[in-house]
């Protein structure tokens, strides 16, 4: 393949990542909060962004996350859910990639890390925030579905990466 | 190899988030009869849940929360912050639930039996 061609495609695939993370968080927005752990989430738009970390690199990923976290903030949030989310996303995305280059975990590893990471990032500034420790004692029940949402995030994005690597 | 060590953090990570709840279930009391609401790390107001009332949250700060205490749960009735997920949550009457307004730094939680020396110096401000 020759090498425009090649960006050319890479092009078309951020594209289409980004596309699917802000119609991924639209739908997520629709369901509603579930009041026995607040915050808790499936975080599909982050199967975007996995799977931008898997075809592509870290850089990729960041900006998936960076654009999905912008437009669905100001589609259906505000100034400080855009922070909010910033912190999560940024977090995830940090420990995702970390423990991708450890070289010790498969994808679906990495994305149960992010969800983890991701949690951890939010409950961090929401007692900073509200200046409350109490909020903290939430991360563990919050870390548990995490952990979940990651693993399935996790198998999902395999699949799709598998079934659409570039430049095949 | 990979997949095993996915699977090896995957059951330490679930175990130490398990114990984790389990500590934290087990340290909160049985039953809640306070709801306290703190701003920024203060506390505003400590509302009896055996009594309806109403407490308007955020004055000093110029935000703006309802507050409802109704048939022993709290929930926050309207609310000015941008994302209203306060207001969304609904009612909370178990020790360990919380309603979190965190563009106004707003924490609503349910606390056991108060502490006798403690009672004297926090009287909830009643309103409306």
New interface residues.
Partial sequence: MRKDEKSERKTAYLGLLCAAAILLGYVESLF??F??V?GMKLGLPNLAVVMALYLYSWREALLVSAVRILVIGFLF?????IA?SLAGGLVSLLCMSLAKRT????G??VS??GG?AHNAGQILV?VA????I??G?????L??SG?AAG?LIGVLSGEMVRRMRPGR | MKKRNTWILAGVLLLLFGAGSCIRQLLLPDTGSYAVVQINGETAARLKLSEDTEFLAGERTGDYNLVQVKDGAVSVREADCADEICVRTGEIRKPGEIIACLPHGLIISIEGEERPEKQQEEEPHEEG
């Fill in positions: 509603p909060v009041a026995s607040q949030g505000n100034a400080f859910s909010f070289g010790k975990l498969d679906t590893g149960m890390v983890v929401a925030v509200t200046e409350n109490r909020v004692y939430c991360f563990f029940p870390a548990v952990l693993l």
